[in-house]
């Protein structure tokens, strides 16, 4: 099983920018599509960003021309570059095999805050 570590993740202020890596502890190369989901407080874990080996990519309405997802798997290696944050990009952030399967373990995330 391939164990996700993510990390990147920090207190911000609106309009701010983080980037967000997510490292695998085993090969991504043949995983098709990696993502990553946000969880906040009471509500459910959303997908926010998908990237497939070919490089297509999906991004929720929310976050569309805000994020970049991208993706090295010489490295193992997924990132989400965040831009123009806003108080309710805060949640808790993950990256996943999309959609989630027993080959990859969830991490414990990375906390995003941004304050407003």
């Known amino acids: 099983q391939v164990q996700l570590v993510e990390s990147g993740g920090g207190l911000v202020q609106a309009g701010g920018s983080l980037r967000l890596s997510c490292a695998a502890s085993?090969?991504?190369?043949?995983?098709?599509?990696m993502g990553w989901y946000r969880q906040a407080p009471g509500k459910q874990r959303e997908l926010v960003a998908q990237?497939?080996?070919?490089?297509?990519?999906y991004y929720a309405d929310s976050v569309k021309g805000r994020f970049t997802i991208s993706r090295d798997n010489a490295k193992n290696a997924v990132y989400l570059q965040m831009n123009s944050l806003k108080p309710e990009d805060t949640a808790n952030y993950h990256c996943?095999?999309?959609?989630?399967?027993?080959?990859?373990?969830w991490g414990q995330g990375t906390q995003v805050t941004v304050s407003s």
């Open positions: 990237i497939t080996r070919g490089g297509s990519t």
């Open positions: 996943n095999i999309v959609p989630p399967t027993l080959r990859a373990a």
């Open positions: 085993g090969s991504i190369d043949r995983i098709n599509a």
